[in-house]
């Protein structure tokens, strides 16, 4: 689904991104793991348009995608989740999720004038379509709760959801599971695996917690210094001697990796 050829972010005489090449299958979750300073965030800011790269190229589908604005990508199916959440905090939680679709009729000034019934109707079946995704992800109860108020983990939730709000195909989630309690960074885990099962969704996950990558993903893909350094089964990346040394600068094997 996503094909990354050489690859380069420079910023000034920094190199984040150093010729990075991967492939992103359809269907899979695949983590993307690496030590601080990887350049796996602004990999993540490349492929979603938020950066433009140096040079290189992003391809989804076989189609080059190289340099498109989010706005763009997203009416691709393509989005992206971050390590903070971005939540609309004076908000409910139902509003944060019925905002996300584009080009809803009650965004065009003629239409609160001539086109009232349309909003209704359209207002009606977004409200029931929030409703759904809350309850699938176990957060219904927080409907009408700010969104600002809530934890950090239903904050991931909520991050979550808005890429169900859409025809989401391929979702990259940049530590979703940062600061979250055990509890609920199972409820996330179980709802990601739910959706790319039930609902077909690809999912690329960048995450430190290495049990969180061990129960949600295969294959995985490890990065140091912008470059990638390996890709497998987490069994195989663990065993990886590059892939050890980018983590303790040393080519002893580290079992709790």
Known sequence: MIKIENLHK???GFQAVDGASLEIESGTITGLIGPNGAGKTTLFNVIAGVLEPTY?????????????PPHQLFQRG?????QIAHEFHSMTCRENLMMVPSDQSGEKIWNTWFGRKRIADEERALRA???EVLEFLTIDHLADHKAGQVSGG???LLELGRT???DARIVFLDEVGAGVNRTLLNTISDAIIRLNKERNYTFVVIEHDMDFIEKLCDPVICMAEGKVLAQGSLQEIKANENVIEAYLGTGLKYKAL
């Open 164 to 166: 169900m709000m859409v």
């Open 154 to 156: 239903q904050k991931k």
């Open 129 to 131: 379509k929030a409703d």
């Open 10 to 12: 420079h910023f000034g």
């Open 78 to 82: 393509l989005l992206r989740t971050f």
């Open 56 to 68: 290189g190229s992003v391809y989804l589908d076989n189609e080059d995608i190289t340099g498109l």
